[in-house]
C-alpha cells in the first residue's frame, strides 16, 4: 500500500531522532539563558564570603596580624605586610569580581588570595574547609577562564563600545 501524498510530503514527523534534536536544542536554549544569572551568583557568593573576611580582619586588626605572625605562614612575606597584602586582597576585589568591572582580574586575584590562604594555613585545616576552598578556587578560576558573564559591568562596556563605534 502506497503512502498518500500529504504523509509523504510531510515533513519529519517528531519521532527518534528528530525529537531528540529539538529537545537538545531547547535544553541548550535554557542552558545559554541561565548562563548570566549562574556567573552573577557564582560572582556574588564568592564575593560576599572574602569581603566579610576582610571586614573581620579590620575589625581585629591586632587579632589578624598575631595570626599572620603565629598561624598563617605565607612564605615570602613578612607577617605585617602579608596581612596588610591579605586583608586589603579580600576588601578590594570583590567589588571587582561582584559587580564584573574587570571581572577576570578581580577573578584571578581572589584566585590567588584563596590559593595563598588555603596554603598557608593547609596543615591546620579540616576537610569541609579544605573544600570550601576548592569550592571558593574553582568558581573564581571558571570566571578568570570564562569572564563574568553577560550580567557583569565588563559585557555593559563592552556592548556600550560596539554600540558607539
Keep these: 500500500m502506497e503512502p498518500t501524498t500529504a504523509a509523504a510530503s510531510a515533513p519529519h514527523d517528531m519521532t527518534g531522532t528528530h525529537f531528540v534534536i529539538q529537545l537538545w536544542r531547547m535544553v541548550e536554549t535554557v542552558l545559554d539563558w541561565l548562563r548570566a544569572p549562574a556567573l552573577l551568583a557564582a560572582r556574588l557568593y564568592v ?3 572574602f569581603f566579610n573576611s576582610g ?6 586588626w591586632s587579632g ?14 613578612p607577617p605585617h605586610l602579608a596581612a596588610v597584602v ?23 586575584g581572589l584566585f590567588v588570595v584563596n590559593l595563598v590562604a588555603l596554603l598557608s594555613y ?8 579544605i573544600l570550601f576552598h576548592v569550592i571558593w578556587g574553582g568558581l573564581m578560576l571558571m570566571i ?17 563600545r560596539g554600540l558607539a563605534r
Design 47 to 49: 564575593s560576599y564570603v
Design 64 to 77: 589578624t596580624v598575631w595570626l599572620y605572625q603565629n598561624e598563617f605562614h605565607v612564605a615570602v612575606l
Design 144 to 160: 578568570a577562564l570564562w569572564g563574568p558573564g553577560r550580567w557583569s559591568v565588563d559585557a555593559w562596556r563592552q556592548a556600550w
Design 122 to 129: 593547609l596543615y591546620a585545616l579540616q576537610a569541609p574547609a
Design 55 to 60: 571586614l573581620q580582619s579590620l575589625r581585629n
Design 86 to 108: 591579605g586583608t586589603a586582597g579580600e576588601l578590594l576585589l570583590p567589588p571587582l569580581v561582584a559587580f564584573g568591572l574587570l571581572g577576570r582580574f578581580g577573578a584571578l
